[in-house]
């Protein structure tokens, strides 16, 4: 059974918010350069080159970032990562290391994935959000695929299955 590691607003980080921004902001600055009702000034040159310059730079890092977002679903013994048109099998025992970003809610965790060829990857998930969350306690799904990992580790046969 598929269990869901990654919170909804995984999807919503990567795909709505990126949309939501330059479109918005874009707009923005097209009302800049185009100029808006005649009893408005124009705004100055200098201030149109700077918004458009904000926007490229802001624009291309929340686009950049959003790629290294996936959604991931735990399945008996292995992680489960969408990629591209298929699905991507992660054995739990090749789990490097688990680490959340604390100071963020919801929490950013990312997984250090040991491909066969022996690289290290990346896989990085918005867990759930929770309101009263301690910084200094790890998020629920940090503690459970710790356990999980552990356990893949010691027995890779035997793994308990959740």
């Given at each position: 059974?598929?269990?869901?590691?990654?919170?909804?607003?995984?999807?919503?980080?990567?795909?709505?918010?990126?949309?939501?921004?330059?479109?918005?902001?874009?707009?923005?600055?097209?009302?800049?350069?185009?100029?808006?009702?005649?009893?408005?000034?124009?705004?100055?040159?200098?201030?149109?080159?700077?918004?458009?310059?904000?926007w490229?730079?802001?624009?291309?890092?929340v686009?950049?970032?959003?790629?290294?977002?996936?959604?991931?679903?735990?399945?008996?013994?292995?992680?489960?990562?969408?990629?591209?048109?298929?699905?991507?099998?992660?054995?739990?025992?090749?789990?490097?290391?688990?680490?959340?970003?604390?100071?963020?809610?919801?929490?950013?965790?990312?997984?250090?994935?040991?491909?066969?060829?022996?690289?290290?990857?990346?896989?990085?998930?918005?867990?759930?959000?929770?309101?009263?969350?301690?910084?200094?306690?790890?998020?629920?799904?940090?503690?459970?695929?710790?356990?999980?990992?552990?356990?893949?580790?010691?027995d890779?046969?035997?793994?308990?299955?959740?």
């Amino acid at each position: 059974m598929r269990t869901r590691l990654s919170s909804s607003l995984t999807r919503v980080v990567r795909v709505l918010l990126p949309v939501m921004f330059v479109v918005a902001f874009g707009a923005g600055v097209v009302l800049a350069w185009v100029g808006g009702p005649p009893d408005v000034p124009d705004v100055p040159m200098a201030q149109k080159v700077m918004m458009t310059v904000w926007w490229a730079v802001v624009a291309g890092g929340v686009l950049w970032l959003r790629r290294a977002l996936s959604d991931v679903w735990i399945e008996d013994d292995r992680l489960v990562v969408p990629a591209g048109g298929s699905e991507w099998l992660v054995p739990l025992s090749a789990v490097e290391a688990v680490s959340e970003f604390a100071l963020s809610n919801p929490r950013a965790i990312t997984l250090r994935v040991r491909l066969p060829s022996g690289e290290l990857r990346p896989v990085r998930f918005l867990a759930s959000a929770d309101t009263f969350l301690s910084p200094f306690k790890p998020h629920p799904v940090v503690t459970f695929l710790r356990e999980r990992i552990a356990a893949a580790r010691a027995d890779p046969v035997a793994a308990p299955a959740r």
